[in-house]
């Protein structure tokens, strides 16, 4: 690495990529020298941004450059722990969006590659980078919220965006599993999840997760893109007080409120309610994705190890897959699935899945194959 400048190169330019690459441009100290993706109609419109930038179609451009120092991978799902193994056994720094992988299998290879070649592995788990999130975490480990925090549950809802490579767990529940592992402390050790396909036939689109963990502590997590409230919220329920994060609040998106249940002075075992009031703790406000981008540059840079490293993106696919497998125990039967679709055809992956290694079957898969990718698009390298 250069030592005044980080050159960074972004693959994939279609909902997320373009705000990596707007972040890491505008970062004092690092240069967005590459921007990489199969559409030509991607690479026009965000070439008109950045005029100065190189633009591709091969990912092995990147990889090929040795002055390039980091790439950031905003690739669809089946192709994140692919791409990073390679971007990784180039010598290059890696940050990639979430999840990392869709198996346990593929995560560990990704954490094992970032470990062999000493380069820095971050997962884009964005709301760990969040201040509302921060000051949560920092409310709940002071014990502000009391001696011990009871349980946590969150809502992500919206109507929209359905997809096709991956369910409403994977594509909305990776970022609240690494939201409550990251309150929580620990890993759980149950691990339940009820779904529904309605719309596609086997892509869930409502999901239900209940985790319980060692401490005592549970959290469910409500999960949906067919739902007319748009949602990000979290509640955490302590034994002295209770907090909720409101992502979609304009102001005030912490609140800490002095309510629960108090031992009445002079009885046994009775208790009386307290409702006392609430108030906003300040956040900063920044933008989050630019605190991560920050993060990512300062760990490459000093070689600290990342907040959401590789094993933070391992522990989170480890408790996505024990859902996933809930998930499927928990299935209605092919027959009665497909009659919840409405009788719709299954989706076909278009051109840019397959590109970036994603699957090139017509019919949705069972979770338990989702990992597999499709090697058949010589731009991404394949048959390495």
């Given at each position: 690495m250069k030592q005044n400048s980080l050159r960074i190169g972004v693959a994939g330019l279609g909902y997320w990529g373009p705000n990596l690459a707007r972040n890491f441009a505008a970062l004092p100290g690092c240069e967005?020298?590459?921007?990489?993706?199969?559409?030509?109609?991607?690479?026009?419109?965000?070439?008109?941004?950045?005029?100065?930038?190189?633009?591709?179609?091969?990912?092995?451009?990147?990889?090929?450059?040795?002055?390039?120092?980091?790439?950031?991978?905003?690739?669809?799902?089946?192709?994140?722990?692919?791409?990073?193994?390679?971007?990784l056994e180039s010598g290059?720094?890696?940050?990639?969006?979430?999840?990392?992988?869709?198996?346990?299998?593929?995560?560990?290879?990704?954490?094992?590659?970032?470990?062999?070649?000493?380069?820095?592995?971050?997962?884009g788990h964005l709301l760990e980078y969040h201040p509302g999130i921060r000051k949560l975490k920092e409310l709940a480990d002071s014990g502000e919220l009391g001696e011990r925090i009871y349980y946590i549950y969150g809502n992500r809802l919206n109507l929209g965006k359905l997809r096709a490579?991956?369910?409403?767990?994977?594509?909305?529940?990776?970022?609240?599993?690494?939201?409550?592992?990251?309150?929580?402390?620990?890993?759980?050790?149950?691990?339940?999840?009820?779904?529904?396909?309605?719309?596609?036939?086997?892509?869930?689109?409502?999901?239900?997760?209940?985790?319980?963990?060692?401490?005592?502590?549970?959290?469910?997590?409500?999960l949906s893109w067919l739902d007319p409230h748009k949602e990000r919220r979290f509640t955490v329920v302590g034994s002295g007080r209770m907090a909720t994060f409101d992502d979609m609040a304009i102001e005030g998106k912490l609140t800490v409120y002095d309510k629960g249940?108090?031992?009445?002075?002079?009885?046994?075992?009775?208790?009386?309610?307290?409702?006392?009031?609430?108030?906003?703790?300040?956040?900063?406000?920044v933008e989050p994705l630019r605190v991560e981008c920050e993060h990512f540059v300062e760990c490459v840079r000093s070689g600290a190890r990342p907040r959401s490293d590789g094993a933070s993106g391992l522990r989170v696919v480890r408790v996505l897959a024990e859902l996933q497998r809930s998930l499927d125990s928990s299935a209605?039967?092919?027959?009665?699935?497909?009659?919840?679709?409405?009788g719709r055809r299954p989706h076909r992956p278009g051109r840019d899945d397959r590109a970036w290694g994603g699957s090139a079957r017509g019919r949705p898969r069972r979770r338990r194959r989702?990992?597999?990718?499709?090697?058949?698009?010589p731009r991404w390298g394949a048959g390495r």
């Amino acid at each position: 690495m250069k030592q005044n400048s980080l050159r960074i190169g972004v693959a994939g330019l279609g909902y997320w990529g373009p705000n990596l690459a707007r972040n890491f441009a505008a970062l004092p100290g690092c240069e967005l020298a590459w921007c990489c993706d199969p559409s030509e109609a991607a690479r026009a419109r965000v070439g008109l941004q950045f005029p100065g930038v190189s633009f591709t179609d091969r990912f092995d451009d990147l990889l090929a450059d040795p002055s390039l120092d980091a790439v950031a991978l905003a690739t669809p799902v089946p192709s994140h722990a692919e791409l990073a193994v390679r971007v990784l056994e180039s010598g290059k720094h890696c940050f990639v969006e979430k999840p990392l992988a869709q198996s346990v299998t593929e995560a560990e290879r990704a954490v094992a590659a970032a470990d062999a070649s000493g380069r820095v592995l971050m997962v884009g788990h964005l709301l760990e980078y969040h201040p509302g999130i921060r000051k949560l975490k920092e409310l709940a480990d002071s014990g502000e919220l009391g001696e011990r925090i009871y349980y946590i549950y969150g809502n992500r809802l919206n109507l929209g965006k359905l997809r096709a490579d991956e369910n409403a767990l994977w594509s909305l529940g990776a970022h609240d599993v690494s939201v409550v592992l990251h309150l929580a402390g620990e890993e759980p050790l149950e691990a339940i999840a009820h779904g529904e396909s309605y719309v596609r036939a086997g892509v869930q689109d409502v999901v239900f997760c209940f985790l319980r963990f060692p401490s005592g502590l549970s959290a469910h997590l409500h999960l949906s893109w067919l739902d007319p409230h748009k949602e990000r919220r979290f509640t955490v329920v302590g034994s002295g007080r209770m907090a909720t994060f409101d992502d979609m609040a304009i102001e005030g998106k912490l609140t800490v409120y002095d309510k629960g249940f108090d031992e009445a002075a002079g009885t046994y075992g009775e208790y009386i309610t307290r409702a006392g009031g609430s108030f906003c703790p300040p956040i900063p406000n920044v933008e989050p994705l630019r605190v991560e981008c920050e993060h990512f540059v300062e760990c490459v840079r000093s070689g600290a190890r990342p907040r959401s490293d590789g094993a933070s993106g391992l522990r989170v696919v480890r408790v996505l897959a024990e859902l996933q497998r809930s998930l499927d125990s928990s299935a209605r039967s092919v027959r009665e699935a497909g009659a919840h679709a409405w009788g719709r055809r299954p989706h076909r992956p278009g051109r840019d899945d397959r590109a970036w290694g994603g699957s090139a079957r017509g019919r949705p898969r069972r979770r338990r194959r989702v990992g597999r990718l499709v090697r058949g698009d010589p731009r991404w390298g394949a048959g390495r």
